[in-house]
């Protein structure tokens, strides 16, 4: 059990410091548990040595005290991903309609998936909603539909086929060669790409959309970084809300009115997600690990991976 809290220590303290250089526009670090395991450390101490005088120094001449322990710590292999360019891809890929369909389908809310992976829509109208906090006019206007959606309905865009066509030459006469010709046809998959409409509960007005810029699991770090960054430049919270609670929520250490539910030192501060009721912020990130393992392939541990003897991740 205690390995398993290494490896959910890692990933948490990863993604959390992640969003704080997004905060300061700094590249991010991306790496991998592959391998844990523990490091025995023996100690044994002599303690100080008293010498007896007198008629008691026929039978003690000299006393002295000994003392033995043992600590184990954890050992983990990590793997740098982020100079791979196969993660990389997978890491900086938009997130697909369909796998935000296979979310809202999982009973995730409709508010949570809009705020953290829709970057922006168009409806066929011709409007566009922008989701960025540092426009507040334009974040308000998106806000303002998400927050009231009332019925969310995925539409699958049905596309035409595509036809294929393929000569192939058989020997014969050269000035004359036989020649046949094979129509190919290919069925692209229509569950693979949607339109979305949304029912406002206020005016019970439905919005379809023509064109969705979804983010990528790095560009949702960044999107968290602003939020950090308007947070800590501003001293209170402004942006995404479910029912009141903020998406995302970090705060200086020494600002602390509770415990934390995780904290990283950077840039030599110490800041931290604190613990409270109503907390969406692990949420948050929890929705952006299952993505990065969704959207990039297995990586291949290398021969001899970076090992970390009992230090702090």
Do not use: C
């Amino acid at each position: 059990m205690s390995f398993n809290k290494t490896v959910q220590q890692h990933r948490v303290e990863q993604l959390f410091i992640n969003v704080l250089r997004a905060s300061k526009r700094e590249p991010m670090t991306i790496t991998t548990v592959t391998n844990i395991g523990t490091t025995r450390t023996n100690r044994v101490a002599l303690g100080p040595t008293s010498f007896a005088f007198g008629p008691a120094a026929v039978t003690g001449l000299f006393n002295t005290q000994a003392t033995a322990s043992a600590q184990d710590s954890p050992t983990m292999g990590l793997t740098i991903l982020d100079d791979d360019s196969e993660f990389m891809e997978g890491f900086m890929a938009p997130v697909s309609t369909k796998r935000i369909k296979y979310f809202f389908d999982q009973n995730w809310r409709p508010q949570v998936l809009a705020y953290l992976l829709v970057e922006e829509f168009t409806t066929k109208n011709g409007n566009t909603y922008e989701n960025d906090p540092r426009n507040r006019d334009e974040f308000e206007k998106f806000r303002e539909i998400i927050d009231d959606i009332r019925e969310i309905k995925f539409n699958p865009i049905k596309e035409a086929a595509q036809k294929k066509k393929i000569v192939t030459e058989f020997s014969g006469d050269p000035q004359f060669p036989n020649k046949i010709e094979k129509v190919f046809t290919e069925e692209k998959d229509a569950s693979e790409s949607y339109s979305i409409s949304i029912t406002d509960s206020v005016s019970n007005t439905t919005f379809f959309t023509s064109e969705i810029t979804t983010r990528s699991p790095e560009g949702i770090l960044y999107y968290l970084g602003e939020l950090a960054r308007l947070q800590l430049e501003n001293g209170e919270y402004y942006g995404p809300e479910i029912e009141g609670e903020p998406i995302f929520k970090v705060v200086r250490f020494a600002e602390l009115t509770s415990r934390p539910r995780v904290e990283v030192a950077f840039q030599g501060q110490v800041y931290a997600i604190p613990d409270y009721q109503g907390d969406r912020s692990m949420q948050s990130l929890s929705l952006v690990q299952q993505l990065i393992n969704l959207q990039t392939k297995k990586i291949t541990p290398p021969t001899n991976p970076i090992q970390l003897i009992g230090a702090t991740l």
